[in-house]
C-alpha cells in the first residue's frame, strides 16, 4: 500500500515502554552503529539496554531519529564515528563502498561486521563480507560478530533466541572487546579463530536445519518403503484377486497403518546405534577408539530421529481418531447390523478381542505419553533445568520403556494374526511383522548387557579401564619402586 513501505517491520513500542533506556549511565561505553535498518535499531536498543551509550549515524537522521530509542543519539554518518572507539556496521556489503568517505575518521577503530550474505552472494563471492570490509579498511580491526542474531532476538532478548554469538578476527584484543559486550548484552560469545572462518559463520544462517536432513530424509524413505508395501497388501491385492475397489483406503486408512510403522523404526533407530557402541566397546575392551564415522553420525542425529518419531506417532494417534469419522466406516457399521440381523444373532461378544483390543489400546496411550515426556525433555530449555542424571534417565531409561511399551502395543495388536496364512496378502507378511526385528534384537542385546558378565566389563571400560592397556611410569632413580603399572 502507498506509504506503508515507510514504516519499520519492527515496533518500537518495547523501546517506550522500557524506563531503563532512557538515559545511559555516567561514563558507559560509547558505541557507533552506521546503518538504521530494523537490526539496526534492534541493535541500538540492546545496547542502550545493556548500558552502552550509542550514537546512529545515518544518511537522513530526522527522519529515523524517532525510531530509535531515546537517549540514542541519531546523527549524520560523519559525526557519528567521530568519538566511539567501537562501530558497528549495519548495512550491506554493496554500500560499503559509500563509507570509504570516512576512512579517516575510522582509522585505528573496532569495526564489527553484522551483515549476512544471500545464498547467491556467498556462491558468487571468494570473501567473506568481513574480509572485503577489512580490504576497504586496512587502518581498522574488523570483528564478525552478531550476524547470527535476529533483529527480533535482539528486541525481545536471548531467552527468545540462540545466545551463543560467533565471533573472530585477527585481532585477540579486539575479539576480547567485543566477548566482553556480547556477555554484557546477555549473550554467550564463540571464539571462532581468524577472520578467514567469517566466511563459514557468514554460512551459518544460510543453513536451514542441517541436522535434520538426514534424519527427515530416512523418515520420508521409511514411510514411501511402508507406504507402498501396504498399499501393495491392503488395496492392489483386493483388486487383483478379488475385484475389490479399495483405492479409498489410500488417503485415512493406508496411511495411518504407515504412520506406526515409521514411528516405532524411527525409535528402535535412536537405541540401536547405543547397542552398537557398547558392542565395540567391549569387543575392543577400550573407549578410546574413535567409532565409524557412520556410527557417530548416527549418534549424534539420535535426537532428530526420535522427535521425528513422535511426531509420527502423534500423526498415527490423530488419524486413529478420525477413523470412526469416516463414510466408508458408517458404512461398514451399517452393513455388519443387517448381516447380523440376517443370522439371527442378537448376541455379538468375543472375549478374547475385548481383551485384546482394552490392552493394546491401553499400551499404545502409555507408549505414546513417555515419548511426549521424551520430546518435552529434549527441548533446550527444558534440558538445561535438568542435571546430567536427569537427562540420562528420561532419555535412556525411560527411553527404552517407550521401546519396550510400543513393542507390546505391536505385539497385541497383531495377536494371532503372524501365524494366520490368510494375512500373508500376496505371500507377503503382516507388516508388524517387519517392524519386530530391529526392535526385538535391540530389547535382547539391552537384556544381555545386564547380565552380570557383561554389565561389569562395560561399567569398567566407560569409566577408563582398557584390556592390555598397562602403562608404565618411571620415577626417579632415588624412589623406592624403579617403576609402576598404572591402569588408569
Not at 549515524?57 to 567501537?86: C, D, M, Y
Not at 564489527?112 to 544471500?118: E, L, M, Q
Not at 534424519?215 to 492392489?236: H, I
Amino acid at each position: 500500500m502507498p506509504g506503508e513501505i515507510d514504516k519499520p517491520l519492527i515496533s518500537h513500542h518495547l523501546v517506550d515502554s522500557d524506563g531503563s533506556l532512557a538515559e545511559p549511565p555516567v561514563g558507559a561505553l560509547k558505541v557507533g552503529i552506521l546503518g538504521s535498518g530494523d537490526f539496526a535499531r534492534s541493535l541500538a536498543t540492546r545496547l542502550v539496554g545493556s548500558g552502552f551509550s550509542v550514537v546512529v549515524g545515518s544518511r537522513n537522521p530526522k527522519r529515523t531519529a524517532g525510531l530509535f530509542p531515546s537517549s540514542a543519539q541519531v546523527t549524520f554518518q560523519e559525526e557519528a564515528v567521530t568519538s566511539p572507539g567501537i562501530i558497528f556496521v549495519a548495512v550491506f556489503r554493496e554500500h560499503y563502498s559509500s563509507l570509504c568517505g570516512l576512512s579517516d575518521q575510522l582509522a585505528g577503530k573496532i569495526l564489527v561486521d553484522v551483515s549476512n550474505p544471500t545464498e547467491q552472494e556467498h556462491l558468487r563471492h571468494l570473501e567473506s563480507n568481513a574480509e572485503y570490509l577489512a580490504s576497504l579498511f586496512p587502518t581498522c580491526t574488523v570483528v564478525k560478530a552478531f550476524n547470527v542474531i535476529s533483529a527480533w532476538t535482539l528486541q525481545a532478548g536471548p531467552r527468545d533466541g540462540n545466545r551463543q554469538v560467533p565471533i573472530c578476527s585477527d585481532q585477540p584484543e579486539a575479539k576480547r572487546t567485543i566477548s566482553e559486550m556480547v556477555h554484557a548484552m546477555g549473550f554467550m560469545p564463540l571464539d571462532m579463530g581468524s577472520l578467514v572462518s567469517a566466511r563459514e559463520v557468514e554460512a551459518m544462517p544460510l543453513h536451514l536445519l542441517p541436522a535434520w536432513k538426514v534424519p527427515a530424509l530416512l523418515a520420508l524413505g521409511l514411510f514411501v518403503c511402508f507406504f507402498a508395501y501396504n498399499f501393495t497388501r491392503d488395496v492392489l491385492q483386493p483388486y487383483v484377486q478379488e475385484g475389490k475397489n479399495k483405492f479409498y483406503k489410500l488417503p485415512v486408512s493406508v496411511v495411518n497403518t504407515t504412520l506406526p510403522c515409521v514411528a516405532y523404526v524411527l525409535l528402535s533407530l535412536v537405541y540401536l546405534p547405543g547397542v552398537l557402541a557398547a558392542t565395540l566397546q567391549l569387543r575392543r575392551g577400550t573407549k578410546y577408539h574413535r567409532f565409524p564415522d557412520w556410527l557417530d553420525h548416527w549418534l549424534q542425529h539420535r535426537k532428530q530421529i526420535g522427535l521425528l518419531s513422535f511426531f509420527c506417532a502423534a500423526l498415527h494417534a490423530l488419524y486413529s481418531f478420525c477413523l470412526p469419522l469416516r463414510r466408508s466406516h458408517r458404512y461398514d457399521l451399517v452393513n455388519l447390523a443387517v448381516k447380523q440381523m440376517l443370522t439371527n444373532k442378537s448376541h455379538l461378544w468375543v472375549e478374547e478381542e475385548v481383551w485384546r483390543m482394552e490392552i493394546y489400546l491401553s499400551l499404545g496411550v502409555l507408549a505414546l505419553g513417555t515419548l511426549s515426556l521424551l520430546a518435552i525433555t529434549s527441548l533446550p530449555s527444558i534440558a538445561n533445568s535438568l542435571n546430567w542424571r536427569e537427562f540420562s534417565f528420561v532419555q535412556s531409561t525411560l527411553g527404552f520403556v517407550a521401546l519396550v511399551l510400543s513393542t507390546l502395543h505391536t505385539l497385541t495388536y497383531g495377536w494371532t494374526r503372524a501365524f494366520e496364512e490368510s494375512r500373508y496378502k500376496f505371500y507377503l507378511p503382516p507388516t508388524f511383522t517387519l517392524t519386530l526385528l530391529v526392535p526385538c534384537v535391540i530389547i535382547l542385546a539391552k537384556g544381555l548387557f545386564l547380565l552380570p558378565c557383561f554389565s561389569r566389563r562395560l561399567t569398567k571400560i566407560r569409566r577408563g579401564w582398557e584390556k592390555d592397556g598397562a602403562v608404565k611410569f618411571t620415577l626417579p632413580a632415588d624412589s623406592i619402586l624403579a617403576e609402576k603399572t598404572s591402569h588408569v
